[in-house]
T-cell receptor, first 115, second 114 residues
Framework: DTGVSQDPRHKITKRGQNVTFRCDPI?????LYWYRQTLGQGPEFLTY????????KSRLLSDRFSAERPKGSFSTLEIQRTEQGDSAMYLC?????????????FGPGTRLTVL | AQSVTQLDSQVPVFEEAPVELRCNYS??????LFWYVQYPNQGLQLLLK??????LVKGINGFEAEFNKSQTSFHLRKPSVHISDTAEYFC????????????FGSGTRLQVQP
């Protein structure tokens, strides 16, 4: 069983550009989560999908951020008009379909640097 | 809402010594508790979890944690650490109802010295 995969692993962009990250969850996991982790801090929740439905969104998810999971499999996180404050590690996690505790398994993350 | 406090930002320890990483939480509902480990430039790996039942939970790599409801704590322990245990350790909590998001502490950097 392969783990959660994320692409790209690293992204360097200039302020004002748009970026898009992809997350592929573990096969058969129907729940998918996005978190953001800044240097020296623990991950902070951004948003959560069950199948293709986006069920929770954090206040951290400003209107420049949008996440999709169109077919209930992979997900994308887009940041428009990037700012230096968006520099962080973006982590994706998934949890199994029949697990009532929602134990979350994380991918390797995408490290974003905004110059 | 839940919150997590990891009191120690860094814990230096010598190889083969025991270690305890402290985690306290607050919640108005029953909780699930997790410990994750993060190696440099990698994602988070699940070490162990407390869901219900026995308060002593055993995880991977020789780690264990004890849930103490009266003290709202979930401290992580290992009787003898290795150099390879050097990493960042995160405690996380989720309520057993409602929101599915994990709330993480700020992490404890375990530095194992030879």
């Amino acid at each position: 069983d392969t783990g959660v995969s994320q692409d790209p692993r690293h992204k360097i962009t200039k302020r004002g550009q748009n970026v898009t990250f992809r997350c592929d969850p573990i096969s058969e996991h129907n729940r998918l989560y996005w978190y953001r982790q800044t240097l020296g801090q623990g991950p902070e929740f951004l948003t959560y999908f069950q199948n293709e439905a986006q069920l929770e969104k954090s206040r951290l998810l400003s209107d420049r951020f949008s996440a999709e999971r169109p077919k209930g499999s992979f997900s994308t996180l887009e940041i428009q008009r990037t700012e230096q404050g968006d520099s962080a590690m973006y982590l994706c996690a998934s949890s199994p379909r029949l697990d009532p505790t929602d134990t979350q398994y994380f991918g390797p993350g995408t490290r974003l640097t905004v110059l | 809402a839940q919150s997590v406090t990891q009191l120690d930002s860094q814990v230096p320890v010598f190889e083969e010594a025991p270690v305890e990483l402290r985690c306290n939480y607050s919640s108005s509902v029953s909780v699930y508790l997790f410990w994750y480990v993060q190696y440099p430039n990698q994602g988070l790996q699940l070490l162990l979890k407390y869901l219900s039942g026995s308060t002593l939970v055993k995880g991977i790599n020789g780690f264990e944690a004890e849930f103490n409801k009266s003290q709202t704590s979930f401290h992580l322990r290992k009787p003898s650490v290795h150099i390879s245990d050097t990493a960042e350790y995160f405690c996380a909590v989720r309520g057993d109802t409602g929101r599915r998001a994990l709330t993480f502490g700020s992490g404890t950097r375990l530095q194992v010295q030879p």
